[in-house]
């Protein structure tokens, strides 16, 4: 599976721009879903992950009330809506996926930058 993210770029703080990954097979319904993020000089952290059935949601604390995690997979893409964002989610945003039988993600996005200015 190769994923591609995109809807990154400059944002004004408080700012709501939509990430969207897109995966390259129809496996895609078949594993679950991740965004993990790395701010500069910082270790990657989870941001959001949503099951192949689109039940089960969480977040990161940090994010939890501001990004919502959806998925289409009949588009075979996840996508992360990002609202009231501030200065500190300035990072690189990595899309992953793994098998659900798992918890090591396999597939990893090439990642797109997010910049929030004050």
């Known amino acids: 599976v190769q994923l591609q993210a995109s809807g990154g770029g400059l944002v004004q703080a408080g700012g709501s721009p939509r990430l969207s990954c897109a995966a390259s097979e129809d496996t895609f319904s078949t594993v679950s879903m991740a965004w993990f993020r790395q701010a500069p000089g910082k270790e990657r952290e989870f941001v959001s992950f949503i099951n192949l059935s689109k039940g089960r949601t969480y977040y990161a604390g940090s994010v939890k009330g501001r990004f919502t995690i959806s998925r289409d997979n009949a588009k075979n893409t996840v996508y992360l809506q990002m609202n009231s964002l501030k200065p500190e989610d300035t990072a690189v945003y990595y899309c992953?996926?793994?098998?659900?039988?798992?918890?090591?993600?396999?597939?990893w996005g090439r990642g797109t930058q997010v910049t929030v200015s004050s």
């Open positions: 992953a996926a793994r098998s659900p039988d798992t918890t090591d993600y396999r597939y």
